[in-house]
């Protein structure tokens, strides 16, 4: 170790990565805009009651096709039941192993802080360290080496090892661990072409995607107003009419980074299956070809690959951290919020974080990267706020390490929440619907194509959906290198970097009728009345089938009970709410039914109270589809038998 000691560059990079260090952990006022000032939110409110469309503050969406009402985040009826969630820490204990960065080795370096141990540990004379080296194995598998135990000190991290467990232990006693870490690394890639990085970066826009799971545009000003702040800086914007797609997470992840449905691929293989995902072109493989490093981090599963789909590919090293330090039931085991003595989204963002460092600040590259946490939001509404403050830190550190000089970034979600008290409000139908989507250009960007800012201000308030964000990233690739092609996958998708059309339909944008926002509703309590109505649609699913002759392959499906309705509004053309001109109510009912049926109907009532019609193409059913009939209205309709 002296070797590296006695180095003075490495004490002079050990001064200030401590800076660093102490400047990330003593961070309480959030100086936000230090390099471009802040948009004040009240003087863009103002700047859209001077625009032409009257409703402007009203509505997300107002065209004569499409409209999607403002929500307040902040309304009576939201607060009453927002608690600010209680911190939840892994750990109050700091950390015995840090991790350091040698630039010109290239190299991390993990430090032992003896005197944090003597102080945390002071009865403890006899202890010794074990490290678990994780690596690559058959196939590019992580798999991990026991090392044997040694006196806990300073260790050098080769590059081949891509994460670390450590464990601390008494000497006298084995089974009282004293602490237990793990760490992963963004290693420098051996035997890469960087020849012509430096030009590249130039030309070719890194790419960072930051999602988080969901989140709807308004549960994300709600509970984690920090990070709002930070993204209502110049260069970004709000995507305010961005829909969601589906509410099933894989299906969500895997439309924005192929672009086509599941269904698109099922001639090629079966997407559930585990190796099919290999053989499919995703996001990453197109930036991949264009010679950037490509990286997918997430904190909990969505797609299984049983290949590294990407230079750097963090969960199933995550996965092997949980295997170590989870083994015996040692571990906490009960909730996925932590892994070991970090938060697990903790890993996303510093895995993102040495990206960022090693690659666009200290070496030229183009990046592709998207870094996935669901483990802090996916449960309880309220729980990101528990983490804003932290997720601002991370924006911080990598605006200082150059990623917004540099990269567009987006920040997203792919679906709003689906449970939970949320559903019981009247914005309930909006809340699931309407995910967050920031976008961010660079100031280099923004400066050598002035149109797609132009048109990036016009589509905040035209509808788009997953698909239109998955052309937009490879229209980035395109932009610079327009020979590039690609298979079509989404025919009615639209590049959010051209001025998208007014009127866009959902239809048009190949968004399903039932998750579409453009004829918004708000939810309604459940009654008896509705209940009823529940009924006499399963009644008429049963009625059609009967019709059909399917009762073969079909079961007769009983009503089991409801889940929310939602009532649909109609807008004049100066957005006031207006009765329907024929008198008739439309009604979006979804209710369970046995055996085992998730479904989201439509009834129209008339003015006498009267069922006026239960339009069969107009209902959807959420769980697996049917391949005991043919055609799409039965395949909806029909549970096999
Ligand atoms: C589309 O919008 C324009 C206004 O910009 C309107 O005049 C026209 O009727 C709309 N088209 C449809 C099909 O609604
Ligand atoms: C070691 O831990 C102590 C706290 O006991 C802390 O003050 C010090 O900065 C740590 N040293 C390093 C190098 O992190
Ligand atoms: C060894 O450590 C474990 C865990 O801390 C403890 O339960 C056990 O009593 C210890 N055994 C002895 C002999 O001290």
Same mark, same amino acid.
């Given at each position: 170790m002296s070797w590296l000691l006695s180095n003075n560059g490495l004490l002079l990079l050990a001064s200030?990565?401590?800076?660093?260090?102490?400047?990330?952990?003593?961070?309480? @006022?959030? %100086?936000?805009? *230090?390099? %471009?000032?802040?948009?004040?939110?009240?003087?863009?409110?103002?700047?859209? %009651?001077?625009?032409?469309?009257?409703?402007?503050?009203?509505?997300?969406?107002?065209?004569?096709?499409?409209?999607?009402?403002?929500? #307040?985040?902040?309304?009576?009826?939201?607060?009453?039941?927002?608690?600010?969630? *209680?911190?939840?820490?892994?750990?109050?204990?700091?950390?015995?192993?840090?991790?350091r960065y040698n630039k010109q080795q290239k190299l991390y370096l993990l430090r032992f802080n003896k005197s944090l141990f003597v102080k945390l540990f002071p009865s403890v004379t006899h202890y010794a360290c074990v490290f678990y080296e994780i690596v690559s194995g058959p196939s590019d598998k992580p798999i991990w080496n026991k090392g044997s135990?040694?006196?806990?000190?300073?260790?050098? /991290?080769?590059?081949?090892?891509? !994460?670390?467990v450590v464990e601390c232990f008494e000497l006298g006693n084995k089974s009282r661990i004293l602490q237990r870490d793990a760490f992963s690394f963004v290693q420098h890639l051996v035997g890469r072409n960087e020849a012509n990085d430096e030009k590249r970066s130039r030309a070719y826009p890194s790419v960072i995607m930051l999602g988080i799971d969901s989140m709807s545009q308004m549960n994300f000003q709600r509970t984690m107003p920090?990070?709002?702040?930070?993204?209502?800086?110049? !260069?970004?914007?709000?995507?305010? &009419?961005?829909?969601?797609?589906?509410?099933?997470?894989?299906k969500n992840m895997f439309d924005l980074l192929s672009g086509g449905s599941p269904q698109l691929w099922e001639q090629h293989c079966d997407v559930k299956r585990l190796?099919?995902?290999?053989?499919?072109?995703f996001l990453w493989n197109h930036f991949h070809n264009s010679g950037y490093l490509t990286a997918y981090a997430e904190d909990s599963l969505s797609l299984a690959f049983t290949r590294k789909p990407v230079d750097y590919y963090l969960y199933p090293i995550l996965k092997v951290f949980k295997e170590i330090?989870? @083994?015996? &039931?040692? &571990?906490?085991?009960?909730? #996925?919020?932590?892994?070991? @003595? @970090?938060?697990?989204?903790?890993?996303?963002?510093?895995?993102?974080?040495?990206?960022?460092?090693?690659?666009?600040?200290?070496?030229?590259?183009?990046?592709?990267?998207?870094?996935?946490? *669901?483990?802090?939001?996916?449960?309880?509404f309220s729980a990101a706020a528990r983490v804003d403050r932290n997720f601002v830190r991370y924006l911080e550190l990598y605006r200082e390490h150059?990623?917004?000089?540099?990269? /567009?970034?987006?920040?997203?979600?792919?679906?709003?929440?689906? *449970? !939970?008290?949320?559903?019981?409000?009247?914005?309930?139908?909006?809340?699931?619907?309407?995910?967050?989507?920031?976008?961010?250009?660079?100031?280099?960007?923004?400066?050598?194509y002035p149109d797609v800012r132009n048109a990036l201000e016009v589509n905040r308030r035209r509808l788009c959906s997953t698909y239109d964000l998955h052309l937009t990233i490879k229209n980035l690739l395109t932009q610079v290198h327009p020979n590039l092609e690609f298979e079509v996958v989404c025919n009615s998708c639209m590049s959010l970097l051209y001025i998208i059309p007014e009127n866009r339909s959902c239809a048009g944008a190949n968004i399903p009728e039932w998750i579409c926002s453009c004829e918004p509703c708000r939810r309604v309590p459940n009654t008896e009345l509705m209940r009823t109505w529940a009924k006499l649609i399963v009644f008429r699913i049963n009625q059609y089938l009967a019709r059909k002759k399917l009762i073969r392959y079909c079961s007769h499906l009983k009503f089991e009970h409801l889940i929310t309705v939602d009532h649909q509004e109609l807008y004049n053309s100066e957005g006031q709410i207006v009765k329907p001109a024929d008198g008739i109510q439309r009604y979006r009912i979804k209710f369970i039914t046995q055996p085992n049926g998730v479904f989201l109907g439509n009834i129209f009532i008339n003015s006498q109270n009267n069922i006026a019609d239960v339009p069969y193409h107009r209902i959807t059913r959420f769980n697996t589809h049917s391949k005991c009939v043919d055609g799409s209205i039965n395949n909806n309709l029909c549970v096999c038998r």
């Open positions: 200030l990565f401590v800076c660093v260090y102490i400047y990330f952990y003593s961070f309480v @006022r959030f %100086e936000l805009a *230090k390099t %471009e000032p802040t948009i004040n939110p009240e003087q863009s409110i103002s700047q859209e %009651e001077n625009s032409q469309i009257p409703s402007q503050n009203k509505f997300n969406v107002f065209d004569h096709v499409c409209k999607i009402p403002r929500v #307040d985040p902040f309304s009576p009826d939201v607060m009453a039941i927002f608690e600010p969630p *209680k911190p939840k820490t892994c750990t109050d204990q700091p950390g015995l192993f840090t991790v135990p040694f006196t806990c000190s300073n260790r050098i /991290v080769p590059r081949s090892i891509q !994460g670390i920090m990070t709002a702040k930070f993204v209502r800086q110049t !260069g970004w914007s709000d995507m305010l &009419g961005y829909n969601g797609l589906f509410n099933n997470g894989f190796g099919c995902l290999d053989t499919i072109t330090m989870e @083994r015996e &039931g040692r &571990g906490q085991g009960e909730s #996925d919020y932590c892994l070991g @003595r @970090r938060e697990s989204f903790h890993y996303v963002f510093e895995s993102c974080l040495q990206l960022v460092q090693r690659f666009m600040n200290e070496t030229p590259k183009p990046l592709f990267g998207l870094y996935w946490t *669901k483990t802090f939001s996916h449960e309880d150059g990623l917004f000089d540099k990269a /567009v970034v987006i920040l997203f979600s792919l679906h709003g929440q689906r *449970k !939970g008290p949320l559903m019981r409000l009247a914005s309930g139908f909006l809340e699931e619907r309407l995910p967050m989507l920031h976008i961010y250009l660079p100031p280099w960007y923004r400066k050598q």
